[in-house]
Nanobody, 125 residues
Framework: QVQLVESGGGSVRPGGSLTLSCAVS????????IGWFRQAPGKEREGLAC????????YYEGSVKGRFTISSNNAKDTLYLQMDDLKLEDTAVYYC??????????????????WGQGTQVTVAS
């Protein structure tokens, strides 16, 4: 049974940093493509970054490239998203997801099969 559990969300000031974690069970990190998405009220779920299961490399959506860093620790069965220089528009529920398209770019949310419960990130002064 695949399970993804996010943690690390919270409130931060603009320009601040936050690291999200996703504890993975049911498969070893690296077996499936795995990534991070977010969804703000009234907006569609947006892919942010993913790690390919074929080449093992990270891919980023253009709006967060240079500010967000995706990484994984296979021994810890954990996926991470390091978020730096946070902006008001980064406020959203953040999700980790697995078994989707991550070949050169982050595929749409509809292509990912497994999802965590989400964790709220609020950027406010």
């Amino acid at each position: 049974q695949v399970q993804l559990v996010e943690s690390g969300g919270g409130s931060v000031r603009p320009g601040g940093s936050l690291t999200l974690s996703c504890a993975v069970s049911g498969f070893k990190v690296g077996y499936y493509a795995i990534g991070w998405f977010r969804q703000a009220p009234g907006k569609e779920r947006e892919g942010l970054a993913c790690i390919s299961s074929t080449d093992g490399r990270p891919y980023y959506e253009g709006s967060v490239k240079g500010r967000f860093t995706i990484s994984s620790n296979n021994a810890k069965d954990t996926l991470y998203l390091q978020m730096d220089d946070l902006k008001l528009e980064d406020t959203a529920v953040y999700y980790c997801a697995a078994n989707g398209y991550c070949t050169g770019y982050v595929g749409p949310a509809s292509m990912f099969d497994h999802w965590g419960q989400g964790t709220q990130v609020t950027v406010a002064s």
